[in-house]
């Protein structure tokens, strides 16, 4: 008993004298990032002695493909005891965070710029989330960083334990906030893109400062650290990356007609919609994009888009084309022609990576875009596992979509490690 308690004392004098450091770090000058304020980072690394149950997984094996660890980790993905040990319920988040400094330090949250490039170069994120808290928080965690901001929709229909949990951990985090107007968000109705568009409102409000907007939901987890998105950004010199191209004739139906929202859903009616206003044309893509802040001021301020988004609300699954559109129009910051040579896949693009059933195939196929799910399928979609991840890390993307904590925590887990790791690294 009398070791237990110097065990404990001697773990809140690391914590405490850690926080001093903590806090003589961010009263540093402004000007010039001086490396010789970066000395050991272990506290914020994750290691197995955390004490996750994921950590009988060996990682780095697993990221270097090896089948004996892939294997292991596929048997216990399928296991109900190891899920139930590794499931973190909304209550927990909802007691946790009454006391916010030992959530965010227990949690691991970076509290401070890792280096003064990120510093100079915020970003803007929308969460568009409805369940699962375990991997938002999980997620939020990952992409975390004190001069960026976040903008967290939850659809109002959620259950009142996501509500009160994500509330609990918005709360803890200063530059993370809950969307000023939430929506009840209908799946492949205008709500989903009214959602981002309530948080891309509040994002030009609440600061001036930041670059890039980038949109996920809960269930995306990221590819690559701040720092190397950062630069990734960087390196589009103003451009925008996001799929837009030509539109496939068996998905124009979507905005041919006129749809209506009737008891929650989507549903289809005979009227004939008016072609597109201005004579856009209207390209294919997807509702995730990673876009500059001048293309989120036109989307509000520019009576052509106003136009075509008043034109785009009762159509079918407005965020598969209407974002792409924007893309297209001479004038928008960061847009490309509407010639069909500017045309960009979502492969090609950096904002998603996302396994399509009908794309995967075996390695060397020439109708193949990707190899096999390694995890299962939701709605045609991957949902990654263990397995995925060093072809995962071998791509450009920013993120990739699906992870789920609850059908593979381990994916999460070794993603998890891998990230933190790699940007502590990087102050080296």
Not at 139 to 147: C, K
Not at 349 to 378: D, F, M, T
Request: with cysteine; proline share 5%.
């Amino acid at each position: 008993m009398r070791l237990q308690r110097q065990t404990r004392l001697l773990v809140k004098l690391t914590v405490v004298l850690g926080s001093l450091w903590l806090f003589l770090l961010l009263r540093r000058p402004k000007a010039g990032w001086d490396p010789t304020y970066v000395f050991r980072y272990n506290w914020l690394e994750y290691t197995d002695d955390d004490g996750g149950p994921e950590k009988v997984c060996n990682c780095s094996a697993i990221l270097r493909g090896e089948r004996e660890a892939v294997e292991k980790a596929k048997i216990l993905a399928i296991t109900k005891d190891f899920h139930k040990s590794v499931l973190i319920p909304d209550e927990y988040y909802i007691n946790a965070t009454h006391d916010c400094w030992t959530f965010k330090t227990s949690r691991k949250y970076l509290t401070f710029p890792l280096s003064q490039e990120e510093e100079d170069f915020p970003l803007a994120y929308s969460l568009v989330v409805h369940h699962k808290v375990q991997n938002f928080e999980r997620l939020l965690r990952a992409i975390y960083a004190p001069q960026n901001y976040y903008c967290v929709h939850v659809d109002k229909k959620s259950d009142p334990s996501v509500h009160s949990a994500i509330r609990a951990i918005v709360s803890c985090l200063p530059n993370v906030f809950l969307v000023s107007k939430a929506v009840s968000v209908v799946y492949s109705g205008w709500p989903r893109v009214q959602a981002d568009l309530n948080c891309m409102s509040d994002l030009i409000n609440v600061s001036t400062e930041w670059k890039y907007f980038i949109n996920l939901c809960g269930q995306d987890f990221p590819l690559k650290t701040n720092l190397e998105m950062v630069r990734m950004l960087r390196s589009l010199g103003g451009g925008n990356s996001l799929e837009s191209e030509r539109m496939p004739a068996e998905k124009k139906w979507r905005f041919s007609y006129s749809y209506k929202i009737a008891d929650g859903k989507i549903q289809w009616s005979e009227e004939l919609k008016k072609p597109p206003p201005h004579n856009f044309p209207i390209l294919s893509g997807n509702a995730y994009i990673v876009v500059n802040r001048g293309y989120i001021h036109s989307v509000f301020e520019d009576p052509r888009i106003q136009d075509l988004i008043e034109w785009s609300k009762d159509t079918y699954s407005p965020d598969e084309f209407l974002w792409a559109t924007i893309q297209r129009i001479p004038g928008v910051p960061g847009s490309t022609w509407p010639n069909q040579k500017y045309d960009m896949s979502d492969v090609n693009a950096i904002a998603r990576l996302v396994k399509w059933v009908w794309h995967e195939g075996s390695e060397g196929s020439l109708k193949a875009v990707y190899p096999e799910c390694q995890g299962n399928h939701v709605r045609s979609i991957c949902v990654y596992g263990a397995g995925d991840l060093q072809w995962l890390l071998g791509n450009h993307h920013l993120f990739a979509n699906k992870f789920d904590a609850d059908r593979d925590p381990i994916a999460i887990y070794c993603m998890e490690k891998y990230l933190r790791r790699k940007a502590l690294a990087e102050l080296y």
